[in-house]
């Protein structure tokens, strides 16, 4: 199964609040607000855009790249978190 698939109520839930981060942006900008305030609301929504696109990746290298059913070596389990590692730190 794919993990998308079994973690889609999670992933849902994520997109359901970037919807409404982008909402809020429509409204900031239809509304003329401070342009730092919707700068702000920018920012918050790419970062909830990182976050899901991260979880989607970490789901994939964990259960597709790396055959999550069968055991890895203590080097390849270090390596995978590394992997992982790296990318989280690429979305933050």
Do not use: W
């Not at 900008?29 to 970062?47: A, H, N, W």
């Amino acid at each position: 199964m794919s993990h998308t698939i079994r973690d889609k109520k999670k992933l849902l839930g994520r997109v359901h609040r970037i919807q409404g981060q982008l909402g809020a942006i429509e409204r900031a900008l239809t509304e003329e607000r401070d342009p730092c305030e919707t700068l702000q609301l920018v920012v918050s929504s790419r970062g909830a855009l990182n976050g899901l696109m991260f979880e989607i990746i970490e789901g994939h290298i964990r259960h597709h790249v790396v055959d999550s059913g069968r055991r890895l070596k203590r080097d390849q389990a270090e390596a995978v978190e590394q992997l992982v590692e790296v990318v989280r730190s690429y979305f933050k």
